[in-house]
């Protein structure tokens, strides 16, 4: 078979178009971004996390020198969202402003995503800590949860609780809470907030996001009777955390940004530096702990550890609780 020849003209018409290609990439990345950033939100308008996206997109946008547009993609727990983002190009124009149950929980329980976690999303920054509080209607007997622990385990599977349906962030937190305590309760999924029912005495507890219990707490409508992060909240000093009773409990959601596969790493490195530095601003530090978050911003290399440890940590609950959605 006749060899192919080379010549001294096409080797360096080979090299130069390479290098041609390769100086048109560079060029092209230093001008990112030169357009507006699609920042995807799998929630509606107005729930906690596009509240903090819309809280962080402003000075972002200054700080990249291009907008953010939100564009909510609410449904089906964050999987219609969820691939919004994991579809979208790696161009460095698509932001995912996700939490921990769509990028933790949902993998552990659903049979089938049309996504794959690990491989289709490139981690940016976390942003915030959402820590759950256990809340109960101000007419049930329990006032702490030494109280609630000690009579369900009393009386096993005499005791209710409500959550945002199966697999839900609430769901599987109270179900480590009970694994760890050795008891048993009986789960009462909703398709929405249970908080309502709650209230109103019709299911006796729930763990709710503490942007919402908290105003609830302090209203006087609900009674805390923990919190799940390790270190009590300065929004509710006086209510213990789980780890009080249970030490090594650490049920906290989290809201996290990444970018979809395939972005250059230069731009996923400036989009994490950019984001952190704004997570820093005083103004923006005081409206998320308002909420009731706890600001964060770390490194790649830290997010990229907790969305494998987290991956793994409700893997093991989901299992251990028999826990699946079809």
Partial sequence: MPQPSFTRRTVLGTLGAAALTASTAVRAQGKWPDKPIKLVVPFAAGV???VVSRILAEPL???????????????AAGIIGAEVAARSPGDGYTLFMTVNSIMGINPAVYTKLPYDVQKDFAPVTLV?????????GMNQPDTTLKALLARAKAK???????????????HVVMEMMNNMAGIKMVHVAYKGSPVQDVIAGQVPLAFDPATTAIPLVKGGK??????????RSPALPDVPTVAELLPGYDGDGWQGFYMPAGTPKEIVARMNT??????????????????????????????SRISRDEYDKWARIAKANNIRVE
């Fill in 48 to 50: 906690s996390p596009d």
């Fill in 274 to 303: 950019e984001i952190v530095k704004v997570l820093r601003q005083p103004d923006v530090q005081n409206k998320l702990i308002d909420l009731g978050l706890q600001p964060v911003g770390n490194s790649i290399d830290d997010f």
């Fill in 128 to 136: 915030a800590r959402v820590p759950y509080v256990l809340i109960t």
């Fill in 222 to 231: 609900a009674r805390a009777l923990a919190i799940t992060s390790p270190k």
């Fill in 156 to 170: 096993p599977d005499s005791v209710e609780y409500g959550s945002l349906g199966v697999g839900s962030g609430p």
């Fill in 61 to 75: 946008g200054r700080a990249l020198g291009q907008p953010l547009i939100i564009d909510n993609r609410a449904g």
